[in-house]
Structure formats: C-alpha cells, structure tokens
Nanobody
C-alpha cells in the first residue's frame, strides 16, 4: 500500500509561517523525487517545489525565497517550510512522489490527499 499523508496545514496570517510535512509509506522513499503542488477551486494544480533523491531543488517563481523544500530519507518524510505567506498562497497543498524507471514507459507517481493552507487576516 503506497501512501502519502500530509500534515501541518491550517490558518495563518499574512506574513506568517507554516511547515507542511508529508510522510511516505509503502515505497522505497530514496528512489523517488518528491514534490509539493497546490490547487485552489476552479484552478489547475500547480507545482510549488520539487526535490530529487540527491537533494536538488526547484521552486515556482512565485515562492522562490519564501519556501524551502527538504527531505529526510531516514524518516521517509518531505517538508515544505513556508514563510512570508501571502493570501495568494491559500490552497490545498498536495504531496507528490514520482519515480521514472524508464521514461514514458515505466513511471510511478503517487499523491497525498492534501492539506488546507489558508492565509488570511
């Protein structure tokens, strides 16, 4: 049973901080690239940040300098430290795990059920 479970969401004021966590089970965690995505009602899911197995990171332009993604392979967890939060950061945040064994042929991807982040005064 492959499973990703997010936690840490909640209500925070603009300018505040929040740390999201994602616990993975049922997969060989170190083989997967991990990512955080977010989605608001009526909009498509967008990439927030990714981190490879070796620790290389990428961020959406909208969160660069404010968010930090990290992983702990020993604990099978990935985190998203969010700072200087803005109302536009409000969304359901999803944890993603992806492994490309053979490009276009054997790709494995799993999603968590999401955690709500609301930035409002």
């Amino acid at each position: 049973q492959e499973q990703l479970v997010e936690s840490g969401g909640g209500l925070v004021q603009p300018g505040g901080s929040l740390r999201l966590s994602c616990a993975a089970s049922g997969i060989i965690f170190s083989n997967y690239a991990m990512g955080w995505y977010r989605q608001t009602p009526g909009k498509q899911r967008e990439l927030v940040a990714t981190i490879t197995s070796s620790g290389s990171t990428k961020y959406a332009d909208s969160v660069k300098g404010r968010f930090t993604i990290s992983r702990d392979n020993a604990k099978n967890t990935v985190h998203l430290q969010m700072g200087s939060l803005k109302p536009e950061d409000t969304a359901v945040y999803y944890c993603n795990a992806k492994r490309v064994r053979i490009p276009g042929k054997y790709e494995y991807e799993y999603w968590g059920q999401g955690t709500q982040v609301t930035v409002s005064s």
